[in-house]
């Protein structure tokens, strides 16, 4: 992957794979120390420690249609390139948590991308699951939650287009004006 956040949309996938009613997307930035934290929560029907021991090895996957699966391993190579960390937990029937941690001016971090594109696609394109978006930036913080969106919009869809485009720049105008395209 190219960028921080296709790998944020795999996991996300993952997380809605496995049954999430609620997906948590913490994203934390401060340049004065040069860390940038990224993470997944949810509340799907998490893994037993045996898997949860196998998950980062690229050639475990619960896919039936091919044999590897490269976004949690990917994920984990990316923050630890950096000289960041990586760590998973996951309790069965409870959920999962995924947390990198990265350098920001480190020369093989990769940029964080499309985060808007990304929430505004999980938000429209999974109308059954909330989102509770978190980004924080030098004192700076938005949060976007759909359960309260639900709650003001009523009967009206997230996915209608008029939702969607004030979505998408709503999520845009708060993502530049926390982090400023920086990351």
Not at 18 to 46: E, H, N, P, Q, Y
Not at 115 to 137: H, K, R, S, W, Y
Not at 171 to 180: D, Q
Request: proline share 3%.
């Amino acid at each position: 992957m190219r960028e921080l956040a296709l790998n944020i949309l795999d996991i996300a996938e993952n997380s809605l794979a496995a049954g999430a009613k609620l997906v948590t997307l913490s994203l934390w930035a401060d340049f004065a120390s040069d860390t940038m934290r990224i993470r997944i929560d949810d509340d799907g029907c998490g893994m037993d420690e045996e898997t949860l021991q196998k998950v980062t090895d690229p050639f475990t996957t619960s896919r039936k249609t091919r044999s590897v699966g490269m976004g949690l391993p990917l994920f984990k190579y990316s923050a630890e390139s950096t000289g960041g960390c990586f760590s998973i937990s996951s309790e069965k029937g409870k959920g999962t948590s995924v947390c990198a941690e990265y350098r920001i001016g480190h020369i093989d971090r990769m940029p964080l991308g499309d985060l808007g594109g990304v929430v505004l696609q999980m938000i429209a394109m999974n109308p059954q699951t909330d989102f509770l978006v978190t980004v924080e930036c030098d004192g700076k913080k938005g949060v976007l939650d759909t359960r309260e969106i639900k709650e003001i919009l009523g009967e009206i869809p997230l996915d209608m287009p008029e939702v969607r485009a004030f979505l998408k720049d709503y999520i845009r105008e708060n993502l530049v004006s926390i982090y400023g395209g920086r990351l």
